[in-house]
C-alpha cells in the first residue's frame, strides 16, 4: 500500500524540487518519494497557485536554519571522513 503524504510535506517537497538548485530525482530521492510522485505534486501545486512562500517569511530565519543545517552536515561529514580514516588502517 502507498505511503500517505500530510498536504504540508507535499507543499515542502514541491518548494524544495523548485528552490534547492537540485534536480527532481536528486530531491524525491532525499525525500524517499518517486520522482513521478514529485513531478505530479509540482504540477498540483503550480495548478493551485499555492507553491509561493507566505509573504510574512522572515528570509534571516531562513538564513539561520540553513546555516544551521549546513554546520551540521559539515560536521557529519568529518565525522564519516574519520571514521574512514579509522578503519583504513585497521586493515
Given at each position: 500500500?502507498?505511503?500517505?503524504?500530510?498536504?504540508?510535506?507535499?507543499?515542502?517537497?514541491?518548494r524544495l524540487a523548485l528552490s534547492s538548485g537540485l534536480s527532481r530525482k536528486q530531491?524525491?530521492?532525499?525525500?524517499?518519494?518517486?520522482?513521478?510522485?514529485?513531478?505530479?505534486?509540482?504540477?498540483?501545486?503550480?495548478?493551485?497557485?499555492?507553491?509561493?512562500?507566505?509573504?510574512?517569511?522572515?528570509?534571516?530565519?531562513?538564513?539561520?536554519?540553513?546555516?544551521?543545517?549546513?554546520?551540521?552536515?559539515?560536521?557529519?561529514?568529518?565525522?564519516?571522513?574519520?571514521?574512514?580514516?579509522?578503519?583504513?588502517?585497521?586493515?
Open positions: 500500500m502507498a505511503k500517505q503524504h500530510t498536504k504540508e510535506f507535499q507543499q515542502e517537497a514541491v530531491t524525491a530521492a532525499d525525500l524517499g518519494v518517486g520522482f513521478s510522485t514529485l513531478s505530479r505534486w509540482i504540477q498540483i501545486h503550480r495548478h493551485r497557485d499555492d507553491v509561493s512562500a507566505p509573504p510574512d517569511v522572515d528570509l534571516e530565519q531562513e538564513v539561520m536554519r540553513l546555516r544551521k543545517e549546513n554546520r551540521l552536515l559539515k560536521e557529519e561529514r568529518d565525522i564519516l571522513k574519520k571514521a574512514t580514516q579509522f578503519f583504513a588502517r585497521q586493515e
